[in-house]
Structure formats: C-alpha cells, structure tokens
C-alpha cells in the first residue's frame, strides 16, 4: 500500500479562517480543506470561532499551495519517507 501525504494544520499558529479570507481553503486545487465551527453555539448563538480543518487527506498532492498562501505558517505538507 502506497503511503500518503500528511498536511498538519497548527490551530494554535492559525489566526483563523475568516480572518485571513479562507486563503488556504480556496487555494486547495482538489478541495481537502475546509472550516467548521471550533464549538457547537448555543442555541440562538451564533458561530463565533472557526478553525481549518482536512477534509480529504488522501487526495493530497503535496502541491504546496495552502502553504503558500497561509499567513500565519500554520499549515504543513510532508511527503511519505521511502
């Protein structure tokens, strides 16, 4: 079996996605990242905080492009050891 790519996003790096405009999200070619609500809001509450999160880790290319974008160097690509 063939070894994937792993992409770690560093939450404590991220200033958060709507922040620096989901810059990582819409720059992903094959759409692996997305954001999501950090907590389920009260009800009535509105969703305050948001973080980036992978959501199909197993298509990644290691193209490098959420990294590039990302101002914060919250976000890295490694490829698999041989």
């Given at each position: 079996?063939q070894?994937?790519?792993k992409i770690?996003?560093?939450?404590?790096?991220?200033?958060?996605?709507?922040?620096c405009?989901?810059r990582?999200?819409?720059?992903c070619?094959?759409?692996?990242?997305?954001?999501?609500?950090?907590?389920?809001?009260?009800l009535g509450e509105?969703?305050?905080?948001?973080?980036?999160?992978?959501?199909?880790p197993i298509?990644?290319?290691?193209?490098?492009r959420?990294?590039e974008?990302?101002?914060?160097?919250a976000?890295?690509?490694?490829?698999?050891?041989?």
């Amino acid at each position: 079996m063939q070894s994937r790519n792993k992409i770690k996003i560093k939450q404590k790096l991220c200033r958060g996605p709507l922040e620096c405009g989901i810059r990582c999200v819409k720059s992903c070619p094959y759409n692996l990242l997305a954001y999501t609500q950090k907590r389920i809001p009260n009800l009535g509450e509105e969703p305050k905080e948001f973080k980036i999160i992978v959501a199909f880790p197993i298509l990644c290319n290691n193209c490098g492009r959420c990294v590039e974008v990302c101002p914060d160097k919250a976000i890295e690509v490694s490829a698999p050891k041989p």
